[in-house]
């Protein structure tokens, strides 16, 4: 990508002229740890050679999903061979929660279990083994209470782990009464589990004078440390929480870690050893939370040409038995009801309903892929009843520039490019000549049909809690040259820990391979938000880049003043500094008053060391201009936009529901890109895990409350042969950010994530062909073969029939 106006990339205007430093920003880097991940050198917390002494820590599950604890009998669980102790709720020394927000997330249950496979106890013993069998071998007297598992049933009940919350604009019923043309229907789209490579793990180690340090598996370290020192009854400055990088995480890791962390610091409080807990596959897919799921019911009106005059929404989603962070997840997906579109008149109405299931948490895209899911499903549904094109009706509802800008909330879209990335991307893609070869093919085709479908994405970039959206960082030279750097964010593969080095090497000029960034550590950089909500690059590379900043004003000063020029002669390029005259890199050392030089960055380093020049220095950075009011939930919650577009061909088997994505092509905006090889691989990852969540990953429950898909063997996530045959990837060459992001760039992590709608509304297209396009499917999410087979029954039934609650 060739950035252009260098003034806003505070990148010399002349750069090319002179040396590039190995590594800068812009440049398609490798991962930092790529080569140990693919030769198995890159150590996770269970690679970590074990102290002497460690204790290996399992938990016991209930076996209700709504009961009040009679009895439990842990004699056979403590006789077992191998078991050093066993904790219960009793055990904690401190506070028995580890809720991040709200405290109704117990460590232990004690009296009343509220889901199945929530923590009773756990087991410490010499090793994994001993304690895992151990585990099982718990005694537990249950007295059966009314279970709510889904949330008709939570709906019914009045059920709520939080009030309901309400946005509004316009006059949504006089819109809709008057309105040419009215629809409205309901849709559901499945949870999603994390199912990350590495799973839930704490190596809890007890210091001395009282203090612990855990190794966690954690996207929030800070947060962690709170949830340790909280449930050990300690100040925060007792608990030190390190992560040098995860397995993945995907949201899962953000505030659930602080329960496994918990557990193993008071194992090794009480015995005085080291105690690691890493969960198994099974444990963790039934004691950690997933996607929300929501059913979605909606009426809408507009007019002739498919414009949308009014849209109410009612977003009902399963929180589980505790609030985690439903309210901003439920929140955010009030915010992207709008996705792309324009909605005059609104009416958003949020049910954050309670149910005995494991308590939903974040999971990428934090609320956001959830409301855009329903908003396309009413664009999608217009379209087929006017018989037109749903990329047209798409299109005419799309955000302007300068009118129709402002979102249900409130924030002004002032930097809308999705016009024309759907004008790039469907003239690329030859969408209308395939959309009309398709339906050609179709007519032909009694056994396969195919679907397409171009969709957009809108997302919101920073934290909907404005007080996250801020970052630290620390940052150290050597008297030889190298740089050691720590920051707040965390490192589960996404590459940040390579882009934040980057910018760096940017502003200091060195090679990136001089530059080392360590371990997230509460010791180093305090209070640090979550890595999450997309923003890992955007706050801690500004902090770090304040922090490089201060170093080299302070080299700066020094240099001018020890060799007599004015600062401005003193120039950082490509691992030299050039003073005076030598701009060109011809200039000497003679360390002379005023004459022209050029050192090497590490000589200037060196100095200024024996010069008493402070070489370390502390970065932060707050997002400006945000601000939102979360009880009348309006404002300007998110610092800018990022946006895409894609499009999915797909072929689905009428006989035996199963699907097929056979291309997709992508146009995805990331503005000036900090490397753009680890942020093509975010879109294509974003966009394959999306669709997973969309056609394959289904949760499944028992009447009895017991999730039944708690392993590989039972829950489908896309494999290789499930990436489409034809996938074209771009990022936008003139991708540029109008506000003061870092070098100008968008964040990655989330918004691609949501493109994979477009597979999800081929598969409807496909669905509509086998009723000869005569109906809207009426489709839920997963669209797993079960699910299209239903569908297509349920749209062969209605044939010509309108769709149900249609009005002329």
Not at 66 to 76: F, N, V, Y
Not at 89 to 105: E, K, T
Not at 558 to 585: K, L, S, T
Request: aromatic residues 6%.
């Amino acid at each position: 990508m060739q950035p252009s106006e260098a003034v806003d990339l505070a990148i010399p205007a002349d750069r090319a002229a002179v040396p590039a430093v190995q590594g800068a920003v812009g440049s398609g880097l490798a991962h930092e740890s790529a080569v140990l991940h693919v030769t198995g050198g890159a150590a996770y917390i269970d690679d970590q050679p074990e102290l002497r002494g460690t204790l290996h820590a399992a938990i016991g599950l209930a076996s209700a999903a709504h009961a009040r604890i009679r009895r439990i009998d842990l004699a056979a669980v403590r006789a077992a061979p191998g078991v050093v102790a066993v904790l219960d709720a009793a055990s904690v020394p401190g506070l028995n929660d580890f809720g991040p927000v709200v405290h109704d997330d117990p460590i232990f249950a004690s009296d009343e279990v509220q889901f199945h496979g929530q923590a009773l106890f756990a087991v410490l013993a010499e090793d994994m083994r001993a304690a895992r069998h151990a585990a099982r071998l718990a005694e537990v007297d249950y007295e059966a209470l009314p279970a709510l598992l889904d949330v008709d049933q939570a709906l019914a009940a009045g059920s709520r782990v939080l009030p309901d919350a309400q946005l509004r604009r316009g006059e949504p019923e006089a819109a809709l009464a008057a309105a040419p043309h009215r629809l409205a229907g309901s849709v559901r789209h499945g949870g999603q589990d994390h199912f990350y490579l590495e799973t839930h793990i704490a190596y809890a180690i007890p210091q001395e004078d009282g203090t612990t340090r855990v190794h966690s598996s954690s996207q929030h370290p800070g947060e962690v440390q709170l949830q340790v020192a909280h449930a050990l009854g300690v100040d925060a400055k007792d608990v030190v929480v390190e992560c040098r990088r995860m397995g993945g995480g995907f949201g899962g890791k953000e505030s659930q870690p602080g329960q496994i962390a918990a557990i193993a610091a008071i194992g090794a409080r009480l015995t005085g050893r080291p105690v690691k807990l890493r969960l198994d596959r099974d444990d963790d897919m039934v004691l950690t939370g997933k996607r929300h799921d929501f059913r979605i019911d909606w009426e809408a009106g507009f007019d002739d040409d498919g414009r949308l005059l009014a849209v109410r929404f009612m977003q009902a989603t399963r929180a589980g038995y505790s609030a985690d962070l439903t309210g901003a997840i439920a929140d955010r997906a009030m915010f992207h009801a709008d996705n792309a579109y324009y909605l005059e008149h609104v009416d958003i109405l949020s049910h954050r309903c309670k149910t005995h299931t494991v308590s939903n948490t974040a999971f990428r895209g934090f609320g956001g892929p959830q409301g855009l899911f329903g908003i396309e499903e009413v664009i999608d549904a217009v379209a087929r009843h006017l018989d037109l094109d749903p990329l047209a009706v798409r299109k005419r509802n799309y955000y302007g520039l300068g009118e129709r800008d402002l979102t249900p909330y409130g924030q002004k879209v002032e930097d809308n490019v999705i016009a024309e990335l759907t004008a790039e991307l469907e003239a690329d893609c030859d969408y209308a000549a395939r959309r009309a070869a398709l339906r050609a093919w179709n007519a032909a085709s009694p056994v396969i049909k195919r679907g397409i479908a171009l969709t957009p994405v809108k997302f919101g970039i920073s934290f909907t809690a404005t007080h996250l959206n801020q970052a630290g960082a620390l940052l150290h030279v050597y008297t030889d040259g190298t740089v050691l750097l720590n920051h707040g964010g965390t490192e589960m593969g996404q590459g940040l820990f390579t882009k934040v080095a980057q910018v760096v090497a940017e502003e200091l000029q060195i090679d990136v391979s001089h530059i080392r960034v360590t371990a997230s550590d509460t010791s180093k950089v305090p209070n640090a938000s979550a890595t999450a909500a997309s923003s890992g690059a955007d706050l801690n590379g500004k902090a770090a880049q304040q922090a490089a900043r201060k170093i080299k004003a302070r080299l700066t000063e020094f240099a001018a003043a020890r060799y007599g020029v004015r600062e401005d002669q003193v120039v950082f390029r490509a691992n030299r500094v050039h003073i005076g005259n030598a701009g060109n890199g011809n200039g000497t050392a003679t360390g002379k008053p005023g004459a022209p030089l050029s050192l090497s960055f590490a000589e200037l380093a060196k100095q200024a060391w024996m010069g008493r020049i402070s070489l370390s220095a502390t970065g932060y950075y707050r997002t400006p201009k945000i601000a939102y009011d979360r009880e009348t939930l309006s404002g300007r919650p998110f610092y800018y936009y990022a946006y895409g577009v894609a499009c999915s061909e797909v072929a689905i088997d009428t006989l035996t529901g199963e699907s097929r994505v056979l291309r997709t092509d992508i146009l995805h905006d990331v503005g000036r890109s900090l490397n753009p090889a680890i942020d093509l691989g975010q879109v294509e990852g974003g966009f394959i895990q999306g669709m997973g969540w969309l056609t394959s990953e289904e949760l499944c429950w028992s009447a009895d409350g017991r999730l039944t898909t708690h392993a590989p063997s039972t829950y489908k996530i896309p494999a290789v042969s499930d990436v489409p045959e034809i996938f074209n990837v771009r990022l936008w060459e003139r991708g540029f950010n109008a506000e003061d992001s870092i070098f100008r760039s968008k964040a990655v992590g989330e918004p691609p994530f949501m493109l994979a709608l477009s597979v999800w509304h081929a598969i409807k297209d496909a669905v509509a062909a086998a009723a000869d396009y005569r109906v809207t499917p009426q489709l839920n999410a997963p669209a797993t073969p079960e699910e299209i087979l239903r569908s297509l029954t349920e749209a062969r039934q209605r044939d010509v029939e309108p769709p149900a609650g249609a009005t002329a």
